[in-house]
């Protein structure tokens, strides 16, 4: 599976972006799909996932109610609406996509990874 990542850029704080995640694969909606973000100098932490249909969520704490993670399964696509942003969401984020239909925070269970989008957030 092929992941794009597409959607960042620059943003004052307070602004908003989504970040959308094509994925090239007609199996889509057998896969659970997660947002991860990286610093430089930091390990890559995870943000956001979603399960297979998009009915089971989770968020890291400092995202909840500022991101929603979605998918569009007709259309191999998955989201992330970023609203509220602040200087310390700027990262670099990547999406994932795990063999599996449900959702994990941890970095090692997803097998297929975009090549990055870059956010920028200015205070």
């Known amino acids: 599976m092929q992941l794009v990542e597409s959607g960042g850029g620059l943003v004052q704080a307070g602004g908003s972006l989504r970040l959308s995640c094509a994925a090239s694969e007609r199996t889509f909606s057998s896969y659970a799909m997660g947002w991860f973000r990286q610093t430089p100098g930091k390990e890559r932490e995870f943000v956001a996932a979603s399960n297979w249909s998009g009915g089971d969520t989770y968020y890291i704490d400092s995202v909840k109610g500022r991101f929603t993670i979605s998918r569009d399964n007709a259309k191999n696509t998955m989201y992330l609406q970023m609203n509220s942003l602040k200087p310390e969401d700027t990262a670099v984020y990547y999406c994932?996509?795990?063999?599996?239909?449900?959702?994990?925070?941890?970095?090692?269970?997803?097998?297929?990874w975009g090549q990055g989008t870059q956010v920028t957030v200015s205070s």
């Open positions: 994932a996509a795990r063999s599996y239909p449900f959702t994990s925070r941890r970095l090692d269970d997803y097998d297929y």
